[in-house]
């Protein structure tokens, strides 16, 4: 199934055979496809590239797509690799975090910085956070082989 290019969100670069590789939904998505093109919300003289996540329901294209800009696909990278880092070492911690300090890392962007932290205002952390690590451990495998990938890519830019 290809991915539609008569749409808003003009593709220029496509993965249509996404929904082998998504995780563990492989097989059994409705996320069809990935796109980097140009974004929908594009203005008169002003160009800006967006990812975006192509959905099918089966019978038709999704209004549950997203796009998203280049910046913030990059700042999700940022985070669940920020979210990784503590969680190889969040067991040290009864809660999995320190009570006292939420404050993972203030990930300097742009002259300011992305706050990353344990979101207490979630009146079930203490249960949530539990669930969330072993999804994360599930899930280490699938992680790990695409963060391997893009450590090998970003090596290759120079990075």
């Keep these: ?17 996404y929904e082998n590789i998504d995780g563990r939904y492989a097989y059994d ?3 069809k496809g990935l796109s980097l093109g140009l974004a929908q919300w594009n203005d008169r003289g002003k160009v800006e590239i967006s990812a975006k996540v192509w959905r099918h329901t089966g019978g038709k294209w999704s ?3 997203e796009e998203l800009p280049l910046h913030r696909v990059l700042d999700l990278a940022i985070l669940v690799c920020r979210t990784k880092l503590h ?15 939420t404050v993972l890392d203030r990930v300097g962007l742009q002259g300011d910085a992305m706050t990353v932290q344990v979101c207490t205002d979630n009146e079930k952390i203490k249960e949530d956070i539990k669930l ?3 999804a994360l451990s599930d899930d280490g ?7 391997s990938t893009l450590s090998r890519l970003l090596k290759e830019m120079g990075y």
């Design 132 to 134: 969330f690590s072993q």
């Design 29 to 31: 998505t409705d996320a």
């Design 1 to 17: 199934m290809n991915i539609p290019t008569t749409l808003k969100h003009k593709p220029v670069i496509v993965v249509e055979n």
């Design 63 to 65: 209004r549950q797509s």
């Design 87 to 101: 969680f190889q070492d969040a067991y040290r911690y009864e809660s999995l975090y320190d009570e006292s300090n």
């Design 141 to 147: 495998e699938r992680i790990g082989e695409r963060l």
